[in-house]
């Protein structure tokens, strides 16, 4: 049976393709499901994706993750720069935590400079479009092989 990888994805994310496109861009969050399941039969991973705008509910998922999940995909959007509580979750889980941006944070303003989550991931993609979370995969593929 093949191994399962979480992707987290943080408050505002689940307007993905209506929010701001011309920084995020017009695929979905349906969109970026589906790349990652069809990446994720190449390396022989299956993905759970999932999204909230509550914080408490995000770490609630990795604890989960803590007993269904090989690997952790998150992009927690506003809360990188804010969140010591989904930072302590992460710390909880012990396989690989690979952190995206659908934007480059450090060409942005300031307080999107600092990630929280970036002291726990195992590895960080930013700047990349969506196709961040492909990247991901892939490396969760070399990371769990
Ligand atoms: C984001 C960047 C964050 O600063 C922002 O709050 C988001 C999305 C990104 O994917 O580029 O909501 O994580």
């Known amino acids: 049976m093949s191994k399962t990888i979480y992707i987290l994805n943080g408050p505002n994310l689940n307007l993905l393709g209506k929010r701001q496109p011309e920084i995020y861009g017009h695929d979905t969050l349906d969109d970026v499901e ?5 990446v994720g039969k190449d390396v022989a991973l ?26 952790i995909i998150i992009n927690p959007a506003a809360y990188t720069h804010t969140s010591v509580a989904i930072l302590d979750a992460l710390h909880t889980f012990d396989g690989p935590v690979l952190e995206v941006h659908i934007s480059n944070v450090h060409k942005r303003e300031a307080f999107r400079h600092h990630s929280y989550v970036s002291q726990r991931a195992d590895g960080v993609i930013a700047g990349f479009g969506v196709e961040g979370y492909a990247l991901a995969m892939r490396r969760m593929g070399t990371l769990l092989a």
């Not at 299956?46 to 690997?71: F, P």
């Open 46 to 71: 299956s993905v759970k994706l999932m999204q909230s705008n509550h914080e408490g509910e995000i770490v609630e998922m990795i604890h989960d993750a803590r007993e269904n999940a090989a690997g």
């Open 34 to 38: 589906t790349t990652c399941a069809t």
